[in-house]
């Protein structure tokens, strides 16, 4: 049999195990109300609706089934849609093997074929995040280093000009994360390395979209797709070439000096040094994991700062406010987490841009895969292996939770109780604000989303006027918002700024 010929019948033995699968789990979910329709040839002709329309799907299941469950057909499998409070706090609360988060996050990303095996199964870097990228204590640490690349991105990358100058903020944005994120991830001088910040934006950019397409084929033949469109291996060695001279430099310095070497350093590299389990100790092995901590934290940082933003730019009239805040804020309290935490007006606006923009995950949040059949207290039944998570956007946009949901307004948190607390809002999370999930499994890295971007944001509203071009073309493959990668602002240099860039950062 000819290559073509092969890879055809391959094709088609796929396909057809693909609808097997299909049918089968369509019996076991007959309880559960529909969008579209239920029968072989619609279901699928509505899956294909779903690739651009799944964000409207969603929003029209919610609106007609709320507060019950309902299901929306894609090109693998029907996907439990979850609507209610109810719903989302026995979400919440189930435990691992009945609703596996790690299951269905490995699904959604294609993760070992895209991120690696063990990133998942081992994730070990999670005491990183929780020891040093949560605690105020700890944040006042690497704050200075923060800022300090904060500072030197911004005069590289958008000097402060006289007059207005045109940038597309897809690329201004993700070339300051990611920066500012491998300070704390790689530290100096890697985090400046344009071929190292190349091969991380890169590798980001491409893993997200790429976990959809592969996630449209059987599992026999996801490897084949996985190696054509995200090349891990490939993309590890350009990563190790980078890191593999700090490594060996620390290395020397350690067995020298002990862990009290002079090299070693609090940033995450050093911890998967010291930590790394045996059989993961190799410096391609560090890598691929600072690779894996990259997708998961500077594409949805990046995501927020670019939204962030645009609301701003399209909405002059909170530039004044939240600036003549952060300014007393960092003449009170200098370049701390204090500041941070009295940027009530900052932190309103950018829980605001989170709520409005359906940025992150886009229509759905807090994704779980029943590895057992559960039965919610409704009576309503999920089969083992389905896929499951919550109107997330549907929610956020609906105007019994949020008066006049459909309009952004920037202050709408600051105007409330809720600014009396004087903390940063953006990682709190409920079942009425579930843009990092919700509960144990909420999004680790929210914690430092929040501050790097109220870092950006004020350094930003310090240093330059923005104003808005045109307005941008957001779009959307399922359920999942993509940025317009072309939209441009317009930015220019302050003058008689009432804080320096070189205010204190103690």
Known sequence: MTRPYFLLSVALVGLLWLIYKSWKKNRRLSNIPVVG??????????????????????????????PNVFRVPTWREWRIIVTSDLHIEEMKRAPEDHLSFTVAISELTAAPYTLGKTILTNPYHHAFIHTQLTHSESFNRIIPDIYDEIITAFLEKLPPAKNWKSYKI?????????????????????????????????????????????????????????????????????AAKHIRPIVEMRRRQTARFGRNSPANSKDMLSFLMDKAPPDEQTIEDYARRILSVN??????????????LLELASHPEYIEPIRQECEEAINTYGWSKRALNHASKLDSFLSETLRFGGVGTGAVSMFRTSVQDYMFSDGTK??????????????????????????????????????????????????????????????????????????????VLFNYDLKAGRPPKHWWFEQFLFTDEHVELQFKG?????VSVSQSLI
């Open 37 to 66: 329709g239920s029968g072989f040839m619609l279901s699928y002709m509505d899956a294909f609706r779903f690739f651009t329309h799944g964000e409207e799907m969603i929003q029209e299941g919610y609106t007609k089934y709320y």
């Open 170 to 238: 897809h690329d201004l944005a993700w070339e300051v994360v990611v920066r500012v994120s491998n300070r704390v991830f790689v530290g100096l001088p890697i985090c400046r390395d344009p071929e190292y910040i190349k091969v991380v934006t890169n590798f980001t950019m491409a893993t997200g979209l790429s976990a959809r397409i592969i996630e449209l084929f059987p599992d026999p033949l996801k490897g084949m797709v996985s190696a054509i469109l995200v090349n891990l291996s490939g993309s590890t060695k350009l």
């Open 295 to 308: 997708f998961g934290s500077a594409h949805g940082i990046a995501m927020l700062l670019i939204h962030a």
């Open 382 to 459: 999920i089969p083992k292996g389905t896929s499951i998570s919550v109107a997330q956007r549907a929610r956020h946009l609906d105007g019994k939770i949020y008066p006049n949901a459909k309009e952004f307004q920037g202050f709408r948190l600051s105007n409330s109780a809720e600014d009396k607390k004087r903390c940063l809002s953006i990682p709190t999370t409920s079942t009425d604000f579930l843009a990092f999930g919700h509960g144990k499994h909420a999004c680790l890295g929210r914690f430092f989303a929040a501050v790097v971007v109220n870092a950006i944001m004020i350094h």
């Open 494 to 498: 302050r003058q008689n700024k009432s």
